[in-house]
């Protein structure tokens, strides 16, 4: 249950924003007016939902987000085993943003066939993706920032997660594009999503981030959408990515797919929900990933990763 709402706080620029850390958001497109807007629907606040316009947002992975990258070829896009990286989970983490995406604000006959949502440009210290993990463990990549611009056609009625990866501490703008069809025409909405990772809980003023460089080619993920493929950008590590997942589609808050368990790639289930006795993400050649002081369930759908600290790390 959401403590309370969220307070302003004072940007880095001047502007008042909320910086939101925990509990669930979404991201999404309303019609306001004949005009498509992308709004951030709010589920933090006490009562109802709340839907904000995204530069009044700072979506924040805490430094607790922090784990490494597994010795799973599996996830080899994220980068050399052990790196850091800072994860936003599939499965919600009450400890963590719960940052998913849906079209329920959408209303039946308001428009013909998916909304397209497209990430057109990452502007960040690091490399940023977003991907899902399906019932058998395997990621299926949905963006990968050095992969850009791509799509992912969603549903009418659909509410989904996938796990948000970033390289690096820092700001990270997320230029995105969302697109619809209606009787009247086509709408198109343009905006930034921002984030802050690690310690960093307040923006730096736009311009100042660094833009990681491409990598190489990926291996391929898996459906008949946009293609991803791609590098770690900012450590140079292997090559990941692919297309883009499914979405689930539903009417309702609990989404059509799994939440710890089977059900379409690319949904989640009610808020909260985790599979008891997983165990963690199998590294290669049998072994296990360490847990961390703090460990953490942190990939769903039958398999997470588990923080683990520099110096208490078993092989």
Do not use: C
Not at 158 to 183: C, D, I, K, N, Q
Not at 189 to 210: C, H, I, K, Y
């Amino acid at each position: 249950m959401p403590a309370g709402d969220p307070a302003p706080t004072a940007e880095a620029t001047g502007r008042a924003v909320t910086v939101i850390d925990r509990g669930h958001v979404d991201i999404g497109a309303v019609i306001e007016g004949g005009q498509l807007r992308i709004r951030i629907k709010d589920d933090t606040v006490a009562g109802p939902a709340v839907l904000r316009s995204p530069g009044d947002v700072v979506l924040h992975a805490l430094p607790a987000s922090r784990t490494e990258v597994p010795a799973n070829p599996a996830f080899g896009f994220l980068g050399t085993p052990g790196t850091a990286r800072w994860i936003l989970p599939q499965v919600q983490d009450p400890a963590l943003l719960w940052p998913g995406w849906n079209t329920e604000a959408l209303a039946p006959g308001s428009i013909d066939g998916p909304m397209r949502w497209t990430l057109d440009r990452v502007d960040g210290p690091g490399a940023m993706w977003l991907f899902t993990t399906d019932q058998f463990g395997s990621p299926r990549m949905i963006f990968d920032s050095a992969a850009l611009p791509a799509t992912l056609a969603v549903p009418r009625g659909t509410h989904a997660h996938g796990t948000w990866a970033f390289a690096a501490e820092g700001t990270y703008r997320l230029h995105m594009s969302m697109e619809v069809s209606t009787p009247d025409g086509v709408l198109r909405a343009s905006d930034v999503v921002t984030f802050t990772v690690g310690s960093q809980r307040l923006p730096t003023p736009p311009g100042s981030e660094s833009t990681p460089a491409p990598g190489g080619p990926g291996t391929p993920g898996g459906s008949d959408a946009t293609p991803g493929g791609s590098a770690n950008g900012a450590d140079g590590g292997r090559g990941g990515g692919g297309g883009t997942a499914g979405n689930g589609s539903s009417d309702d808050a609990g989404g059509s797919g799994a939440g710890a368990r089977g059900g379409a790639v690319g949904t989640s289930g009610s808020a909260g929900a985790r599979e008891p006795g997983i165990d963690p993400l199998p590294e290669a050649g049998g072994g296990r990933v360490g847990l961390g002081v703090a460990g953490l369930l942190l990939l769903g759908l039958g398999l997470v990763l588990v923080r683990r600290s520099r110096s208490h790390r078993s092989r």
